[in-house]
């Protein structure tokens, strides 16, 4: 599952939320801002910005919201292991 790190009244969080939702992505949101534990595996890992996406504990899309919206859903899906096939097109 993928687990977004955000923080009340940021934009780009928001704009992560409604991508990952919009594509249905399952992910887990945990606020930074309340919670000295993730601030400080967050400082620890180098950010100081957010949304920070994770996967299983990696990184998954360096550079947060602004980024993520500029993938395909497709790629991250592979990235994930969570392709979903396009039957669309399939004749029985």
Known sequence: MITLYTKP???YCTMAK?????????????????????RGFLIEEGHSTMPQI?????LL???????????DPQYIRELIGDEQ????????
């Not at 994770?54 to 990696?58: A, I, M, Q, V």
């Not at 360096?62 to 919206?69: D, E, M, T």
């Not at 096939?85 to 029985?92: M, Y």
């Open 18 to 38: 409604n991508y990952l939702t919009k594509h249905g992505f399952k992910f887990e949101e945990i606020r930074a801002d309340n919670n000295p534990e993730v």
């Open 54 to 58: 994770y996967h299983e504990g990696t």
């Open 61 to 71: 899309i360096p550079g947060g919201g602004q980024a993520l919206v500029q993938l």
């Open 85 to 92: 096939i396009d039957v669309s097109n399939f004749k029985l």
């Open 9 to 11: 009244l940021c934009h």
